[in-house]
C-alpha cells in the first residue's frame, strides 16, 4: 500500500508514551508473548517505530495506528518514550495501514483477520470487497474467503483461531447444510486432527448418508401417494351411493376434500425432495 511505504520512509521521532492513546486500531484479541519482545528491546533498542496519528478525539495528543505489542512492550519495561512515526490520516486510511501492517508481520490469526475485513466492509462500509482487497494488495478471492471463515460455527472459529484448524480445511464444513450432520463433524474436529482429503471424505459420507435417507423418505412419499390416490378412488365408488343433494353427501364430499388436500401436502413434498436431490452434489 503506497500510504504505508510513504510512512515508512518518513523520520521517526520520540513521543512520551503517556501522550499516547493505544485503544483504537486494535485488531488482537489478545498480546501473548509480550515478555520476549520486551526483553529484545530493553537489550537492542526499539529498531521500528510505531505509526501514530494526531487524535481527532482529542484528550491525548496521539492516536496509535500500528504497533500495539511494541507500545506495550515499552510500556512494560517502564520506557517514558517511544519512537513513532506521526502522520495525518483519516479513519478509513488509519484502518488500512493497521491492517496492512499487521499483515505484513502477520501477527493476526485468521479469525483476527477475517474480523478486520468484514468491519471495514460491513460495519464501517468505507468500500467493497475488490476496493479493499486492491488497497491492502490482496485478490477480491482471499478477502472473501476469510470473511466467509465467520460465518462457520464458533467452535471451529476458535479452532482456526487456536491454529488447531486450518482455514482451507475449516472452508471445507461451509458445504455441510445439515445442521446436524455438521454439530457431528465439529465434534469429530475437536477430538482430531483432520486434513483437507480426510475431512472432505467424512463430509462425502455424511452427505451420502444423508442422500440415502432421503431417497427412502422419498420412496415412501411416492407410495403414500399412490395409496392415497387409490383411497380417493375408492371414496368416489363410496359417495356415489349417497343422493347427490343429501347431507350425507356434502359432509362425504368434505371428507374427500380433506383427502384430497393431503394429497397435495404429499405430492408438494415429494417434489421437495426429489429437488435437492437433483441440486445435491457427492465427491466421487
Known amino acids: 500500500m503506497s500510504n504505508l511505504v510513504k510512512l515508512l520512509t518518513k523520520e521517526p521521532v520520540e513521543i512520551p508514551l503517556d501522550d499516547i492513546d493505544a485503544e483504537s486500531f486494535v485488531f488482537r484479541s489478545s498480546f501473548e508473548g509480550l515478555e520476549e519482545l520486551a526483553e529484545s528491546i530493553k537489550s537492542l533498542g526499539l529498531i521500528e517505530p510505531v505509526i501514530v496519528r494526531r487524535n481527532p478525539k482529542g484528550g491525548k495528543p496521539y492516536q496509535l495506528i500500528a504497533g ?15 519512537k513513532a512515526i506521526i502522520t495525518d490520516v483519516n479513519d478509513k486510511d488509519a ?8 499483515l505484513q508481520r502477520k501477527s493476526l490469526n485468521p479469525i483476527e483477520e477475517a474480523i478486520a ?7 464501517r462500509g468505507w468500500g467493497g470487497i475488490s476496493e479493499l482487497a486492491k488497497n491492502i494488495g490482496k485478490s477480491p478471492a482471499y478477502v472473501s474467503f476469510y470473511i466467509r471463515l465467520l460465518e462457520l460455527p464458533s467452535e471451529v472459529q476458535e479452532m482456526i483461531a487456536r491454529g488447531d484448524l486450518k482455514p482451507f480445511v475449516a472452508a471445507e464444513l461451509e458445504k455441510v447444510k445439515d445442521e446436524e450432520a455438521l454439530k457431528e463433524l465439529v465434534t469429530e474436529l475437536k477430538r482430531k486432527k483432520m486434513g483437507m482429503r480426510a475431512l472432505r471424505r467424512r463430509i462425502n459420507d455424511l452427505r451420502i448418508k444423508k442422500a440415502d435417507i432421503r431417497m427412502k423418505y422419498q420412496l415412501v412419499m411416492k407410495t403414500m401417494i399412490a395409496s392415497t390416490r387409490n383411497c380417493l378412488i375408492q371414496y368416489d365408488l363410496a359417495i356415489n351411493k349417497l343422493d347427490e343433494g343429501s347431507e350425507e353427501y356434502r359432509r362425504a364430499i368434505g371428507f374427500r376434500y380433506q383427502l384430497h388436500q393431503l394429497l397435495d401436502q404429499l405430492i408438494n ?6 429437488k435437492e436431490l437433483s441440486q445435491e452434489g457427492v465427491y466421487v
Do not use: D, F
Request: a positive charge.
Open 117 to 123: 475485513y468484514y468491519n471495514y466492509v460491513h460495519k
Open 269 to 274: 413434498e415429494y417434489s421437495s425432495i426429489k
Open 95 to 102: 484502518y488500512l495501514i493497521a491492517i496492512t501492517e499487521n
Open 68 to 82: 500495539h505489542r511494541r507500545y506495550r512492550a515499552c510500556s512494560m519495561i517502564g520506557l517514558k518514550s517511544i
